[in-house]
């Protein structure tokens, strides 16, 4: 049985670097493991906390789905003015009152001009909501836009090893 991956990019953009290396890293995963990708942060409503627990919105209750029903999580995300993005940060909010993220694998990458910062600050949200991520299932790409072809390929040897070896290490937690 395949194990399920459920891909989360951090931008709006729809020309997004993070996207393009989401659709790359899924052509370099392998065959025992699929795939799902959500790029649609834009469409979830804004995190009430009223409505966290008894009345969440039926897009939240079914992304909060998809991430449960995945065997690991990966985010690909930018740095926004040295912080995750604000969609990004909505959808991380309305799983705070859930263990929807307890234990679960995750594969953190921050592909942005810098990024460190907001690493680091994605980094701390996940261990606080208690997924399971490791120095070996983290990567920071700093100067992405000079890093990656049009079609999301790095365009140097380091990259690309830093990549597979990101994936191979996030492989053996799921």
């Known amino acids: ?18 996207l393009k290396l989401v659709q790359h890293i899924s052509n370099l995963i392998s065959d025992e493991v699929e795939i799902e990708i959500f790029d649609q942060l834009a469409q979830l409503p804004h995190f009430n906390s009223e409505q966290s627990q008894d009345n969440p919105p039926a897009l939240i209750t079914k992304i909060r789905q998809a991430i449960l029903a995945a065997d690991g ?12 993005p604000s969609g990004l940060k909505n959808l991380l909010e309305w799983c705070v009152a859930t263990t929807v993220f307890t234990q679960k694998p995750a594969c953190l990458i921050t592909a942005s001009a810098s990024g460190k910062m ?57």
Do not use: Q, W
């Not at 999580?73 to 995750?84: D, G, K, Q």
């Open 1 to 18: 049985m395949k194990k399920k991956i459920l891909a989360i990019v951090g931008s709006a953009s729809e020309n997004s670097s993070n």
């Open 73 to 84: 999580i990966l985010i690909s995300s930018p740095e926004y003015v040295f912080s995750i």
């Open 118 to 174: 907001g690493h680091e600050e994605l980094k701390f949200i996940m261990k606080t909501l208690d997924a399971k991520i490791s120095e070996n299932t983290c990567l920071l790409i700093s100067g992405v836009k000079g890093k990656l072809d049009a079609d999301g390929k790095p365009l140097d040897e380091d990259l690309t090893v830093a990549l597979l070896n990101l994936i191979r290490h996030f492989e053996m937690e799921l």
